[in-house]
C-alpha cells in the first residue's frame, strides 16, 4: 500500500498563494490517479481536484480557475498550486491515492471519497481576510 505525506500548508492572507506537495512512499504513484480533498471545520470532507495518470485533470467548480494540480511520477509527487486563496479556501488537505490503478477520471466524472484508499495525514491551511 501506499503512504503519502502532505506538505507545504500554512497561514496566507486572502489573495496569496499556497503549493502543496504529496509525497508518496511503498509503491510509486504513476499507475494511479492522485485526488485532493479537504475539509474545513464542521463541514464534510469535498473533493478538490483529481490528476490521473495520463495527466487528465479535473476540478471543483469551487476551485476552478485558481488551483492547479499537476504530478511529477519522477519524484512521486502530486502538487496542489492554489493562487488567489480566499477565506472560505480554509481547511485541512489531504491527498488520497484512487483505490484503482490506471483510472482515467474524465471532465464530467464525480470523484468521492469512498473512491480513493490510501490517505495522508493532512495539511492545514489557513486564509485569513
Known amino acids: 500500500q501506499v503512504q503519502l505525506v502532505e506538505s507545504g500548508g500554512g497561514l496566507v492572507q486572502a489573495g496569496g498563494s499556497l503549493r502543496l506537495s504529496c509525497a508518496a512512499s511503498g509503491r510509486t504513484l504513476s499507475t494511479y490517479a492522485i485526488a485532493w480533498f479537504r475539509q474545513a471545520p464542521g463541514k464534510e470532507r469535498e473533493f478538490v481536484a483529481v490528476i490521473s495518470l495520463t495527466a487528465r485533470t479535473v476540478y471543483a467548480n469551487s476551485v476552478k480557475g485558481r488551483f492547479t494540480i499537476s504530478r511529477d511520477n519522477a519524484k512521486n509527487t502530486v502538487y496542489l498550486q492554489m493562487n488567489s486563496l480566499k477565506p472560505e479556501d480554509t481547511a485541512v488537505y489531504y491527498c488520497?491515492?484512487?483505490?484503482?490503478?490506471?483510472?482515467?477520471?474524465?471532465?464530467?466524472?464525480?470523484?468521492?471519497?469512498?473512491?480513493?484508499?490510501?490517505w495522508g495525514q493532512g495539511s492545514q491551511v489557513t486564509v485569513s481576510s
Open positions: 488520497a491515492a484512487d483505490r484503482s490503478s490506471f483510472r482515467d477520471w474524465g471532465s464530467n466524472s464525480d470523484p468521492g471519497i469512498a473512491d480513493f484508499g490510501s
